[in-house]
T-cell receptor, first 116, second 115 residues
Framework: ETGVTQTPRHLVMGMTNKKSLKCEQHLGHNAMYWYKQSAKKPLELMFV???????ENNSVPSRFSPECPNSSHLFLHLHTLQPEDSALYLC???????????????FGQGTRLTVV | AQKITQTQPGMFVQEKEAVTLDCTYD???????LFWYKQPSSGEMIFLIYQGSYDQQNATEGRYSLNFQKARKSANLVISASQLGDSAMYFCAMREMNTGNQFYFGTGTSLTVIP
């Protein structure tokens, strides 16, 4: 039990589809993250939310659209993706206050996305 | 400049032996934390150990210890008595007080434990 749950675990979608990834945490954290991990590449930070406000957007294409309705839930809406978007998408959460820079991030098990 | 550098793409270790995974970091913030994560083939990132910039002693968690050399800006992970289940990717990460929520990750080291 990681405390951070991602669904679905696996997703295959066509380039014209619309799908959403879901992330949920019940750890009382107020910062949530989306990371992309492609084969043989380092983790790429996509988005950061702190107290439901987006604080980072690392030049992510608009075909990825995050949503954070509350501190416990984070979504990543996907539309008109490309095959190169196939990757493992990891959600994480942590304590987000400035004083909590020493707090670790807890990760979900990831969604393995394949775009065909 | 890279915030976190892991120079060993792959490492092998004999079962029951110790292994050191290297990590160097770059920051001008005096307040920072260093983290190690394990990622098995299932994909989940598992937190292993933490070292704070003001900690006087090296962190230890079971078979994991962190060799923290602040002047050299290195935070190497030592795994003692390796087990077959230790085979995984290992990532070093850093968080700074000034950048708050941002976690900086290295490129990872793939560890294979040989029976």
């Amino acid at each position: 039990e990681t405390g951070v749950t991602q669904t679905p675990r696996h997703l295959v979608m066509g380039m014209t589809n619309k799908k959403s990834l879901k992330c949920e945490q019940h750890l009382g954290h107020n910062a949530m993250y989306w990371y992309k991990q492609s084969a043989k590449k380092p983790l790429e930070l996509m988005f950061v939310y702190n107290f439901k406000e987006q604080t980072e957007n690392n030049s992510v294409p608009s075909r990825f659209s995050p949503e954070c309705p509350n501190s416990s839930h984070l979504f990543l809406h996907l539309h008109t993706l490309q095959p190169e978007d196939s990757a493992l998408y990891l959600c994480a959460s942590s304590q987000g206050e400035t004083s909590m820079w020493a707090a670790e991030a807890f990760f979900g098990q990831g969604t393995r996305l394949t775009v065909v | 400049a890279q915030k976190i550098t892991q120079t060993q793409p792959g490492m092998f270790v004999q079962e029951k032996e110790a292994v050191t995974l290297d990590c160097t970091y770059d920051t001008s913030d005096p307040s920072y934390g260093l983290f190690w994560y394990k990622q098995p083939s299932s994909g989940e990132m598992i937190f292993l150990i933490y070292q704070g910039s003001y900690d006087q002693q090296n962190a230890t968690e079971g078979r994991y210890s962190l060799n923290f050399q602040k002047a050299r800006k290195s935070a190497n992970l030592v795994i003692s008595a390796s087990q077959l289940g230790d085979s995984a990717m290992y990532f070093c990460a850093m968080r700074e007080m000034n950048t708050g929520n941002q976690f900086y990750f290295g490129t990872g080291t793939s560890l294979t434990v040989i029976p």
